[in-house]
């Protein structure tokens, strides 16, 4: 098998007509989102959000042409500590991405 065989019993038309819309309408959520924040008072303050790093960093991948996007994609989002924490103390919630340093 090569690595462009896969096992998906659809072919790539049929995959477009069946999830087309839905994932048009995912990324025009993902640009009204960042048309929020251009309206913001406060844009500045988004250029140094480390979650908006990994979301550009993410949307350069869907780009790239490049195979295993999802994988490329959800590693850019993941925390890349081994490490276990002995305690959750101070953690408030999740942010939904690693801080900058974990995603170079």
Not at 28 to 54: K, P, Q, S
Not at 82 to 98: F, P, R
Request: proline share 0%; net charge negative.
């Amino acid at each position: 098998m090569t690595t462009k065989q896969t096992h998906n019993a659809l072919t790539s038309q049929e995959v477009i007509d069946r999830y087309f819309l839905e994932h048009r309408a995912k990324l025009i959520d993902i640009a009204a989102f960042l048309d929020r924040i251009d309206r913001a008072n406060d844009t500045r303050a988004a250029e140094g959000d480390y979650r908006m790093a990994a979301l550009f960093k993410a949307l350069d991948v869907l780009s790239d042409g490049r195979a295993n996007r999802a994988g490329r994609i959800l590693t850019i989002f993941s925390e890349a500590s081994t490490e276990l924490l002995q305690s959750a103390e101070g953690i408030k919630s999740a942010t939904g991405a690693a801080k900058e340093e974990n995603n170079s």
